[in-house]
């Protein structure tokens, strides 16, 4: 073989190389997903912390739907045209122990999977965030993770968000 033949299967190998990377043009879309807000449950006993907590849940929120939005894991639902359903829900302490409320609210958005989570404070040192993703049409769970953190500050939180987002992305699109 030449020289020139070889430069240009490798120019040509080269020019390929992102085709193969690439997802093909057949691939589904992410399916879509209704997150829910969290909460915080267990050592609540310091009432003079409540708005820095709320604060963090806020923030965990919010990186979460942008990580998974940007990472292209999921579509994220919009929650506006549950808006009814959440409202009546809101008085309900811990929604993600209510499977059949989880379920009305991604049927009503028509999403496929729910995303559920939730922090325990065992203490001011031992957090962890808990995630479940469901089925929208049953409610089963499919896929379950815990992620001890140690100190209940912003970069503790923030550190675990980024775990859970970077063992999401490690599971296969077909499974989620």
Not at 35 to 55: H, M, N, T, V, Y
Not at 57 to 83: F, N, Q, W
Not at 87 to 93: F, K
Request: hydrophobic content about 50%; charged content about 25%.
């Amino acid at each position: 073989m030449t020289n020139h033949r070889i430069r240009r299967l490798a120019l040509l190998a080269l020019l390929l190389m992102p085709a193969f990377h690439a997802k093909p043009a057949w691939a589904e879309p992410p399916r879509k997903i209704v997150i829910f807000e969290p909460e915080i449950e267990g050592d609540l006993s310091d009432q003079s912390r409540l708005p820095e907590w709320k604060a963090r849940i806020s923030h965990l929120s919010a990186a979460l739907r942008e990580d998974i939005a940007k990472g292209g894991l999921y579509t994220v639902a919009d929650m506006a045209p549950a808006a009814s359903s959440l409202a009546a829900l809101e008085s309900r302490l811990q929604i993600h122990e209510c499977q059949a409320c989880l379920v009305e609210v991604a049927k009503t958005l028509g999403a496929e999977r729910i995303l559920d989570f939730w922090v325990f404070r065992m203490s001011n040192l031992v957090l962890t965030l808990h995630l479940e993703i469901r089925d929208g049409r049953d409610g089963a769970i499919l896929l379950k993770r815990a992620y001890g953190f140690r100190g209940d500050n912003d970069h503790a939180w923030d550190m675990a968000e980024a775990f859970l987002i970077r063992d999401l992305a490690k599971v296969p699109a077909e499974l989620r």
